[in-house]
């Protein structure tokens, strides 16, 4: 079992950044694969970017370039560091785990989510 809460979210300007945490409890942070997704208002979740245990990444084309997403096994804790930030990534970005990542970029591929936080970019 694993418990994940996210930290980091607010208000930024077009243009600038933010740094998001997801913080892990619970035994063996370092065997799971992490990911970000995020969901606009009436839009469907979607992932942003994902790790998996041995360390690869994975980029949405939307935010590849921009944001990048990185752990610390020591600190249970997986980042997201979001740069060039525009008005559409605006979203409650949330934090999921899974013991073994399929690849598949649907939700449902992840068993453990945290409670969102907000990211608001104006233009």
């Known amino acids: 079992q694993v418990q994940l809460v996210e930290s980091g979210g607010g208000l930024v300007q077009a243009g600038g950044s933010l740094r998001l945490s997801c913080a892990a409890s619970?035994?063996?942070?370092?065997?799971?694969?992490m990911a970000w997704f995020r969901q606009a208002p009436g839009k469907q979740r979607e992932l942003v970017a994902a790790?998996?245990?041995?360390?690869?990444?994975v980029y949405d084309d939307s935010v590849q370039g921009r944001f990048t997403i990185s752990r610390d096994n020591a600190k249970n804790t997986v980042y997201l560091q979001m740069n060039s930030l525009k008005p559409e990534d605006t979203a409650v970005y949330f934090c999921?785990?899974?013991?073994?990542?399929?690849?598949?970029?649907?939700?449902?591929?992840?068993?453990?989510w945290g409670q969102g936080t907000q990211v608001t970019v104006s233009s």
């Open positions: 790790i998996f245990s041995g360390g690869a990444t």
């Open positions: 999921a785990g899974s013991r073994y990542w399929s690849g598949d970029y649907e939700s449902s591929s992840f068993d453990y």
């Open positions: 619970g035994r063996a942070f370092s065997w799971y694969d």
